[in-house]
């Protein structure tokens, strides 16, 4: 069975602008439910991804609103994408491309107001199921990319331009 993909956009933390063409920000808050999910279970579910339970690749990208057509604006195995594991949740880092200041821009603008949204595939996962919706909690899986989106699913999954770049400051 080919494993599917999930997305989960979330409205979160603090997206950080970093630098010059660097944003910084969680990408999966922990110990917060998602929104309401409906159309991927027989019933509606929130859910919440466990502290460590995503695992990274360097193929791992950043995109603007899930869209794999285009050139990524950052990858882990470039070295324009990094994460980091912390208490409030998974932090990541990106350099974006000089080509792409419509991004920062849209950031500055608050066009984008720094939610960001991951896709992930589920290995391992564990339910709880209530009277009118049930609770997952994913104990394993793999992250695929994070998108800078215009809505999200988790509260506290944002990132911030940071004038100047990542190493100013």
């Known amino acids: 069975m080919i494993p599917k993909m999930c997305y989960r956009m979330a409205?979160?933390?603090?997206?950080?602008?970093?630098?010059?063409?660097?944003?910084?920000?969680?990408?999966?808050?922990?110990?917060?439910?998602?929104?309401?999910?409906?159309?991927?279970?027989?019933?509606?579910?929130?859910?919440?991804?466990?502290?460590?339970?995503?695992?990274?690749?360097?193929?791992?990208?950043?995109?603007?609103?899930?869209?794999?057509?285009?050139v990524p604006l950052a990858r882990v195995g470039a070295g324009t994408l990094s994460f980091e594991e912390a208490p409030e949740g998974l932090r990541f880092s990106a350099t974006l491309p000089s080509t792409r200041s419509d991004v920062l821009e849209a950031l500055q603008r608050g066009d984008l107001?720094?939610?960001?949204?991951?896709?992930?595939i589920v290995d391992e996962d564990e339910w709880d199921h209530h009277e009118k919706q049930s609770l997952r909690e994913v104990t394993k899986g793999r992250l695929i990319e994070v998108s800078l989106v215009t809505?999200?699913?988790y509260p506290g999954a944002?990132?911030?331009?940071?004038?100047g770049g990542m190493n100013n400051g």
């Open 151 to 153: 809505a999200g699913a």
């Open 158 to 163: 944002r990132g911030t331009y940071i004038p």
């Open 113 to 120: 107001d720094g939610s960001v949204s991951i896709g992930f």
């Open 11 to 70: 409205a979160a933390g603090t997206l950080t602008a970093t630098g010059t063409n660097s944003i910084a920000g969680i990408a999966v808050p922990y110990d917060r439910y998602s929104h309401v999910i409906n159309g991927e279970a027989p019933r509606p579910f929130r859910e919440r991804i466990r502290p460590r339970a995503l695992s990274l690749s360097d193929q791992t990208v950043m995109h603007v609103q899930h869209d794999r057509t285009g």
